[in-house]
């Protein structure tokens, strides 16, 4: 029996209403316990129900009273919000443990491993979703501070007001017109709550920022290792609000929220230099706003800090010796393309060079290197900047992408004229690279002089170190790892870890995901006389792949098992490149 049975039968709810709250919550996404409330039924009796159905005892906390500092910190933030538990008081030495799922065995065994650490006991409690989050605003964190300026401007501005934000400006107006709009105001809460947003994301090693309206409710999500976490969830009504302070500092019309706009601004957080790309969407439910964090002020990584094998840095360093030629990186936005073609450039002689790069936007900083933003809306594109470069007498020439058959045949041109170009391109893996140009217009038979190599690569999570759930290579899983390697030349197999155990992701002292960090996964492409006489008769994956294979070239599931071996990837990482890698219990 589940809980809206229970509620059913002790005559809480009719049975007519049974079948809508299961639409609204099944089809609709909507909150039980919000759905239950909308109708009527108090909150003490869904929680006796929901108790009743899960065998737990709950409790009720007491409105305004709060939860002790000391308290708070036996469960970290991060790990409360992540797991859906709080620490809500001790009773006889006993950590009082809130929950608003009881049945989550991941959280079960995550706060298993945090309380084991102060060696204290603890005593599960089922409590309402508006109690977990009054307890989760009393942590000093993002929810601490918005919590202070929702209610500072709940208490000051009005829906007319937020109107007037959204329609004070006008056509291509970008700054408020009006002293009275406070939802804009320097001084407003709504700018305190967009500035709250953005530097948790950044202090919490966010890259990108979802702010997202829904039916109900405005939810903040921040992709944290590739993963996006819901961090608050705020009132509908200060959507616009929140919008349109975005909209103004990063230069946006206020007053169209029918197409798409994109944009970016700056902000100074903690002496860092932070850039934020801004991007809305219209949806449904509202205008949609994300936005990636690019922070100038990272150090730039080396090769091996990417996850670059030895064998492979030597790859790389053999190909940008190279006097001219392309080298092409392939994957998704987000797989860290960027960051590849920067490290690149930091292994370059650029003091006896001429290094020309053309971006969207300039990430980073490298000394020695002639950086260009490029800026489509006045007509200075990749294809424009590259015709201009090439009067600027490069040696080498970065263009951030591949987009369109005229860029493509000016970075093939000049890799033709003497000149060695870095790029990238949106392919599946380094084997599509040369069909992708092919099918942009670009004739085989320029392509087989000029790519001297072609890379794919992915992020995954990193395993803390000393987190992780041992899993010995054995049976299912060593199985799972001969399939996997099936087709490799025995050379290359020599040169693979054989540990007695992987790791799989679980939980550590500082470490409650049991991850942190992100490491790339690879495979490469070399040119060879081989692969320019298939590009030139059958240049389709298959024949390439062959070619590859050949040669020893290891895919990115490949190079991923060989992290994992080498214990830096959890064992779950493997499975989100793709293939059935479930194992048998």
Request: hydrophobic share 40%; aromatic share 4%; proline share 5%.
């Given at each position: 029996?589940?809980?809206?049975?229970?509620?059913?039968?002790?005559?809480?709810?009719?049975?007519?209403?049974?079948?809508?709250?299961?639409?609204?919550?099944?089809?609709?996404?909507?909150?039980?316990?919000?759905?239950?409330?909308?109708?009527?039924?108090?909150?003490?009796?869904?929680?006796?129900?929901?108790?009743?159905?899960?065998?737990?005892?709950?409790?009720?906390?007491?409105?305004?009273?709060?939860?002790?500092?000391?308290?708070?910190?036996?469960?970290?933030?991060?790990?409360?919000?992540?797991?859906?538990?709080?620490?809500?008081?001790?009773?006889?030495?006993?950590?009082?443990?809130?929950?608003?799922?009881?049945?989550?065995?991941?959280?079960?065994?995550?706060?298993?491993?945090?309380?084991?650490?102060?060696?204290?006991?603890?005593?599960?409690?089922?409590?309402?979703?508006?109690?977990?989050?009054?307890?989760?605003?009393?942590?000093?964190?993002?929810?601490?501070?918005?919590?202070?300026?929702?209610?500072?401007?709940?208490?000051?501005?009005?829906?007319?007001?937020?109107?007037?934000?959204?329609?004070?400006?006008?056509?291509?107006?970008?700054?408020?017109?009006?002293?009275?709009?406070?939802?804009?105001?320097?001084?407003?809460?709504?700018?305190?709550?967009?500035?709250?947003?953005?530097?948790?994301?950044?202090?919490?090693?966010?890259?990108?920022?979802?702010?997202?309206?829904?039916?109900?409710?405005?939810?903040?999500?921040?992709?944290?290792?590739?993963?996006?976490?819901?961090?608050?969830?705020?009132?509908?009504?200060?959507?616009?609000?929140?919008?349109?302070?975005?909209?103004?500092?990063?230069?946006?019309?206020?007053?169209?929220?029918?197409?798409?706009?994109?944009?970016?601004?700056?902000?100074?957080?903690?002496?860092?230099?932070?850039?934020?790309?801004?991007?809305?969407?219209?949806?449904?439910?509202?205008?949609?706003?994300?936005?990636?964090?690019?922070?100038?002020?990272?150090?730039?990584?080396?090769?091996?800090?990417?996850?670059?094998?030895?064998?492979?840095?030597?790859?790389?360093?053999?190909?940008?010796?190279?006097?001219?030629?392309?080298?092409?990186?392939?994957?998704?936005?987000?797989?860290?393309?960027?960051?590849?073609?920067?490290?690149?450039?930091?292994?370059?002689?650029?003091?006896?060079?001429?290094?020309?790069?053309?971006?969207?936007?300039?990430?980073?900083?490298?000394?020695?290197?002639?950086?260009?933003?490029?800026?489509?809306?006045?007509?200075?594109?990749?294809?424009?900047?590259?015709?201009?470069?090439?009067?600027?007498?490069?040696?080498?020439?970065?263009?951030?992408?591949?987009?369109?058959?005229?860029?493509?045949?000016?970075?093939?041109?000049?890799?033709?004229?003497?000149?060695?170009?870095?790029?990238?391109?949106?392919?599946?893996?380094?084997?599509?690279?040369?069909?992708?140009?092919?099918?942009?217009?670009?004739?085989?038979?320029?392509?087989?002089?000029?790519?001297?190599?072609?890379?794919?690569?992915?992020?995954?999570?990193?395993?803390?170190?000393?987190?992780?759930?041992p899993m010995p290579v054995e049976g299912a899983v060593q199985s799972f790892i001969n399939k996997e390697f099936q087709g490799v030349p025995e050379e290359v197999m020599k040169t693979i870890p054989q540990?007695?155990?992987?790791?799989?992701?679980?939980?550590?002292?500082?470490?409650?995901?049991?991850?942190?960090?992100?490491?790339?996964?690879?495979?490469?492409?070399?040119?060879?006389?081989?692969?320019?006489?298939?590009?030139?008769?059958?240049?389709?994956?298959?024949?390439?792949?062959?070619?590859?294979?050949?040669?020893?070239?290891?895919?990115?599931?490949?190079?991923?098992?060989?992290?994992?071996?080498?214990?830096?990837?959890?064992?779950?990482?493997?499975?989100?490149?793709?293939?059935?890698?479930?194992?048998?219990?």
């Amino acid at each position: 029996m589940d809980t809206l049975s229970l509620l059913e039968e002790k005559g809480l709810i009719d049975k007519s209403a049974v079948a809508s709250i299961r639409e609204e919550v099944d089809v609709q996404g909507k909150n039980l316990e919000q759905a239950l409330l909308s109708r009527g039924v108090s909150q003490s009796d869904i929680l006796s129900a929901l108790g009743n159905y899960y065998q737990v005892p709950t409790k009720i906390l007491d409105k305004g009273s709060a939860i002790p500092e000391a308290i708070l910190k036996y469960i970290p933030e991060e790990s409360a919000r992540h797991y859906g538990f709080v620490p809500i008081g001790i009773e006889d030495d006993i950590l009082e443990i809130g929950t608003i799922d009881p049945d989550n065995l991941e959280a079960t065994e995550a706060l298993n491993f945090i309380t084991a650490r102060t060696n204290i006991p603890y005593k599960i409690f089922l409590i309402s979703n508006e109690d977990f989050e009054s307890v989760l605003n009393m942590y000093k964190g993002l929810s601490g501070e918005v919590g202070k300026a929702l209610t500072e401007l709940q208490s000051t501005i009005s829906e007319d007001d937020i109107s007037a934000a959204v329609s004070s400006g006008g056509e291509g107006e970008t700054t408020p017109s009006s002293e009275n709009n406070k939802a804009i105001k320097e001084d407003a809460p709504v700018t305190k709550i967009v500035a709250s947003i953005l530097r948790h994301a950044v202090d919490g090693r966010a890259s990108d920022i979802h702010i997202e309206p829904t039916r109900e409710e405005l939810r903040v999500r921040f992709r944290v290792d590739g993963v996006l976490h819901t961090s608050l969830r705020l009132p509908k009504n200060v959507e616009r609000a929140v919008s349109a302070r975005i909209k103004v500092l990063a230069s946006l019309k206020l007053d169209e929220r029918r197409k798409p706009q994109d944009g970016r601004f700056s902000a100074t957080i903690d002496n860092r230099r932070i850039d934020f790309r801004v991007s809305t969407f219209p949806t449904y439910h509202g205008e949609k706003v994300v936005m990636r964090i690019l922070d100038r002020s990272s150090t730039l990584l080396t090769l091996q800090d990417i996850g670059l094998t030895a064998g492979n840095i030597e790859k790389v360093r053999e190909a940008i010796r190279r006097p001219y030629g392309i080298i092409i990186i392939s994957g998704p936005t987000g797989s860290g393309k960027s960051t590849t073609l920067y490290t690149m450039l930091q292994e370059l002689e650029r003091t006896e060079l001429n290094v020309v790069s053309l971006e969207d936007p300039v990430e980073y900083d490298v000394e020695g290197v002639s950086q260009s933003q490029v800026r489509p809306e006045i007509g200075y594109t990749f294809a424009a900047g590259l015709r201009s470069i090439l009067r600027q007498d490069p040696d080498i020439i970065m263009v951030g992408e591949i987009r369109d058959k005229e860029t493509a045949q000016l970075a093939i041109q000049a890799a033709l004229t003497g000149h060695l170009v870095l790029s990238t391109l949106h392919t599946n893996n380094a084997i599509g690279v040369v069909p992708r140009l092919i099918d942009m217009g670009i004739d085989p038979y320029l392509i087989a002089p000029t790519l001297v190599l072609s890379m794919a690569q992915r992020l995954v999570r990193k395993r803390c170190e000393g987190a992780g759930k041992p899993m010995p290579v054995e049976g299912a899983v060593q199985s799972f790892i001969n399939k996997e390697f099936q087709g490799v030349p025995e050379e290359v197999m020599k040169t693979i870890p054989q540990p007695k155990e992987v790791f799989g992701i679980a939980p550590s002292d500082g470490c409650p995901n049991g991850t942190r960090g992100r490491v790339g996964v690879f495979e490469f492409l070399p040119t060879s006389k081989e692969l320019e006489r298939v590009i030139l008769e059958n240049p389709v994956e298959e024949e390439i792949f062959k070619i590859a294979r050949a040669q020893g070239m290891l895919t990115m599931k490949e190079d991923a098992i060989i992290k994992m071996l080498e214990g830096t990837i959890p064992f779950e990482e493997v499975t989100t490149l793709g293939g059935d890698v479930a194992l048998e219990s």
